[in-house]
């Protein structure tokens, strides 16, 4: 595993908040909650790299946009391992363990479900050419934002954007970020979109039955969309529901399927690219 870089005044930085615990919890309350709880967790059995991972989200999840432009991704890097023809975050175990899970469900709550890995936005820029970028249930529009920095024009929405609205998987947390990139509400979205000449982009739209992803589908193909970029599970997973799918396989077409992208080992999630048939 390759070694964090670190300036000594970061060093110093990590130590004097690492050594005044009142501070740790009143400034970055989810790490603080994190290092009491890792102690007890099975970690992958190499204590070297639990120690280096641990260290990693301190930094980053400390840092935020002042150390690096996708921290959610320089947290995690190391632990990607392929497994069974997939790129998975699981540390090189198979079952992942404890101590990696309790990050993931931290991670996904401060960033975004999906990991946004560099070869993902470049597999998005490749797909979406010159075309400007609709996305819709943006969370804290950490995705958006990385598309952004990589020249693409982003449309961000969602039903309750994190720093306008309680939004109860993005909640409002000290030390971290409510959103990356700027997120409108439904209002806004209804008054600025232009669908057609836009890719629609739907990372992890709700499952379990939610509407949402079928409703976008359909309003988007009724403006004239013809480009898709779908980041979640398969049909009967986490996300989407049943008719957004049935919707895919009548009218659309399977384009472009993302070879590298990175999901954690807990999940099924695939990016795919579509078009209209």
């Given at each position: 595993m390759a070694q964090l870089a670190m300036t000594s005044a970061r060093w110093g930085e990590l130590t004097a908040l690492?050594?005044?615990?009142?501070?740790?919890?009143?400034?970055?309350?989810?790490?603080?909650?994190?290092?009491d709880a890792a102690g007890g967790l099975s970690g992958t059995g190499d204590v070297e790299?639990?120690?280096?991972?641990?260290?990693?989200?301190?930094?980053?999840?400390?840092?935020?946009?002042?150390?690096?432009p996708n921290p959610y991704w320089d947290i995690v890097e190391?632990?990607?391992?392929?497994?069974?023809?997939?790129?998975?975050?699981?540390?090189?175990r198979a079952e992942g363990s404890a101590r990696l899970a309790f990050?993931?469900?931290?991670?996904?709550?401060?960033?975004?479900?999906?990991?946004?890995?560099?070869?993902?936005?470049?597999?998005m820029s490749s797909f979406c050419a010159d075309l400007?970028?609709?996305?819709?249930?943006?969370?804290?529009?950490?995705?958006?934002?990385?598309?952004?920095?990589?020249?693409?024009?982003?449309?961000?929405?969602?039903?309750?954007?994190?720093?306008?609205?309680?939004?109860?998987?993005?909640?409002?947390?000290?030390?971290?970020?409510?959103?990356?990139?700027?997120?409108?509400?439904?209002?806004?979205?209804?008054?600025?979109?232009?669908?057609?000449?836009?890719v629609l982009f739907l990372c992890w739209p709700p499952g379990w039955g939610d509407k949402m992803s079928s409703e976008a589908l359909t309003s988007f193909e009724k403006a004239g969309g013809e480009r898709l970029i779908y980041i979640g599970e398969p049909k009967g997973g986490k996300t989407g529901n049943d008719a957004f799918f049935d919707a895919l396989s009548a009218r659309w077409k399977l384009d472009s399927v993302d070879p590298h992208f990175v999901s954690w080992w807990t999940e099924a999630d695939v990016a795919q690219g579509w078009v209209r048939s």
């Open positions: 690492l050594n005044d615990e009142q501070r740790l919890q009143a400034e970055y309350p989810k790490v603080a909650e994190y290092l790299a639990d120690g280096a991972f641990d260290l990693r989200f301190v930094h980053y999840m400390t840092g935020g946009s002042a150390v690096s190391p632990f990607v391992f392929e497994h069974e023809g997939r790129r998975v975050v699981n540390g090189g990050a993931q469900m931290i991670l996904q709550a401060t960033y975004a479900y999906a990991v946004p890995s560099p070869q993902t936005i470049d597999w400007p970028i609709m996305e819709l249930g943006a969370g804290r529009g950490y995705w958006a934002a990385q598309l952004a920095r990589s020249g693409l024009v982003v449309e961000a929405y969602d039903l309750e954007p994190p720093d306008k609205a309680k939004n109860l998987s993005f909640l409002g947390v000290a030390g971290q970020a409510d959103v990356w990139h700027p997120v409108g509400d439904l209002d806004e979205f209804a008054a600025c979109a232009r669908a057609a000449d836009h």
